[in-house]
């Protein structure tokens, strides 16, 4: 307020001495200049009344826009960059440098149910939701750099609109999935002691030890938090953008997308490395979402603990009512 | 080519909303969309003034920067378009925008957004000019008749300038050093990175 009357003040005094002395003392800024110089400094709105319904019109200018802006187009694109690329890098070295990770002893031919068919279909289901909904996030960050020179502007725009729709559909069975993963696989990614062995003795990975683990292991229980506590951040500032200014306002707004794109393309790297490794990075670890039954030697050699388990489970297991003692007949 | 601007100077807006009702009637600016408002700040307190906002037609547009399908385009005239063809109605523009120029009808599913219309200048859009497909899109195309925007001719007390920026400018800082005040050119440095000096 006080600026503001000093700011009107400049303008009249300015004003009361024109024309002699305004050209040849240094110009005061007029009421609308100083109002848009602070209003970007404090980064606050130019706030006014309006006769229309429309709230948001009553905002003459936001100068947060080009924070915006420079994040979306310099920050957004550099972290985005960095992230998925410098992934994929590390990604090829550790192929070339190690290979593809076998089953130690090779296959047993005796397998264990490591994931029944709730466990693949939730999976499948959050995995092909995720796929989707990244690339169709990672096109309107990169697209009109990368595919918009290459396929021409009405057919990045079908692709855009197509994404957009992908985009906004698949986030509920998404998060449907992520509430079911939750439920279903909490008890078994609760953090403790062996996770931090595990940690220290790289996972298996980069040193020759073999840690044990249960039925995760730390690299997995980081998986699964990522994705959990990840995706529930990216849902809900997700959901904010779909609903636009329906729960908040315009730094909301722009807050929410920052919160969302940002651990969206972290998400979409720390995913890359969960893929690789589970599909051409490690022999014997697909099956395990695939038919849902891995080899004996794969689950004693990376879920130690819990192939014990298993086979104790296997062991101590009720006979089946009829069944008969082996060699009792 | 001239580069157009709009200037509002708000020692003479008497916030009667004509110009709004003029954009609105010439362009069949659908309900719920408005191409210019007038905000009205210290209301009711010492220093108030209406001020009649539009887009500005920004130099280096954010809006156009952030456009994830790049459908502006800026014309000879300096006068900041885009393709309703192209545009997916993401919001991006709305959100880099400083003056809150971008708006959407509501469509589809969700609160999703049609594609965005925003103020032409009333220079209609990438259509052949003064067509139907122009006019039913982007409303009429004044600049192409050679006359300017209507909101500003419509003014009655030609509080809104629109036209070649250098010409606007001076008019402006001809009334300034006549009666002695003014608050100057709202949004320009914001818009443009310039003031008029006075
Ligand atoms: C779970 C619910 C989700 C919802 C409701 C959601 C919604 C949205 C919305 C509304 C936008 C704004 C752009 C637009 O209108 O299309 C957006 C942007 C984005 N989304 Fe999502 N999303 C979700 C999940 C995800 C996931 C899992 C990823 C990554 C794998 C992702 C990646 C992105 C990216 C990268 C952007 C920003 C693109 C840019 O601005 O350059 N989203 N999301
Ligand atoms: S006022 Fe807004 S919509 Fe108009 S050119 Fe500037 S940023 Fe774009
Ligand atoms: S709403 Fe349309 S014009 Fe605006 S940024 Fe998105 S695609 Fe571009």
Redesign the pocket.
């Known amino acids: 307020m006080k600026l503001r009357i000093l700011g009107l003040l400049a303008a009249l005094l300015i004003g009361a001495a024109a024309p002699a002395i305004a050209q040849t003392a240094p110009r005061a800024p007029s009421m609308a200049e100083e109002m848009e110089v602070q209003a970007l400094l404090r980064g606050t709105h130019i706030q006014g009344r309006i006769s229309i319904p429309d709230e948001k019109a009553a905002t003459l200018i936001q100068p947060e826009g080009r924070e915006w802006r420079a994040f979306?187009n310099v920050t957004?694109a550099w972290v985005?960059g960095i992230a998925v690329l410098g992934m994929l890098a590390i990604l090829t070295v550790f192929r070339l440098s190690k290979g593809r990770i076998p089953i130690e002893g090779g296959r047993s031919g005796r397998t264990l149910l490591r994931f029944n068919v709730l466990e693949r279909g939730n999976h499948w289901m959050v995995a092909s939701?995720?796929i989707i909904?990244?690339l169709?996030?990672?096109n309107?960050?990169f697209g009109r750099h990368i595919l918009l020179p290459i396929v021409g502007p009405e057919a990045f725009t079908a692709i855009s609109q197509w994404?957009?729709y992908a985009?906004?559909f698949l986030?509920f069975p998404?998060?449907l999935g992520l509430v079911v993963m939750l439920l279903i696989w909490v008890k078994d990614n609760i953090p403790n002691a062996r996770d931090i062995a595990w940690f220290k003795a790289g996972g298996g990975l980069i040193g020759n030890e073999h840690p044990q683990a249960g039925r995760f292991n730390g690299g997995q229980k980081m998986v699964f938090w990522i994705t959990v506590l990840g995706?529930a951040v990216?849902?809900v500032s997700?959901?904010l953008?779909?609903f636009p200014f329906f729960f908040t306002g315009m730094e909301g707004m722009q807050l929410s997308?920052i919160i969302?794109?940002l651990l969206?393309?972290l998400?979409?790297a720390a995913?890359l490395a969960h893929i690789y490794i589970g599909s051409v990075g490690m022999d014997g670890a697909f099956d395990a979402m695939g038919t849902g039954q891995v080899d004996l030697n794969w689950a004693k050699q990376h879920h130690g603990l819990w192939a014990q388990e298993e086979l104790a489970k296997g062991r101590t297991a009720v006979q089946p009512p009829g069944a008969k003692a082996s060699g009792a007949d | 080519m001239a580069r157009m601007k709009f200037l509002l100077d708000a020692e003479r807006c008497i916030e009667c909303n004509a110009c709004v009702t003029a954009c609105k009637n010439e362009h069949e600016v659908p309900w719920g969309i408005n191409r210019r408002r007038v905000v009205t700040i210290n209301d009711g307190k010492p220093g108030e003034r209406s001020i009649s906002m539009a887009c500005m037609h920004c130099t280096d547009a954010p809006c156009a920067a952030v456009c994830?399908v790049s459908c502006f385009y800026t014309t000879a005239d300096a006068v900041v378009l885009h393709d309703k063809d192209l545009c997916i109605g993401?919001?991006?523009c709305f959100y880099a925008c400083p003056f809150g120029a971008p708006q959407y009808p509501r469509l589809g599913n969700f609160g999703?957004r049609g594609k965005m219309d925003k103020c032409t200048f009333c220079a209609g859009g990438p259509q052949a000019d003064n067509t139907q497909a122009e006019y039913i899109q982007y409303g009429s195309n004044r600049l192409a008749e050679g006359k300017l925007p209507l909101c500003a001719e419509m003014c009655s007390t030609k509080a809104l300038l629109a036209g070649d920026g250098e010409i606007i400018a001076s008019i402006y800082r001809e009334r300034v050093q006549r009666r002695g005040y003014g608050t100057g050119a709202w949004g320009w440095r914001t818009a443009y990175r310039e003031t008029v000096a006075i």
Do not use: E
């Open positions: 979306h957004l985005g939701c995720f909904l990244g169709s996030g990672l309107l960050t994404g957009k985009h906004n986030a998404f998060t995706g990216v849902a997700g959901y953008l779909v997308h969302h794109s969206s393309v998400m979409i995913m | 994830p993401c919001g991006y999703s």
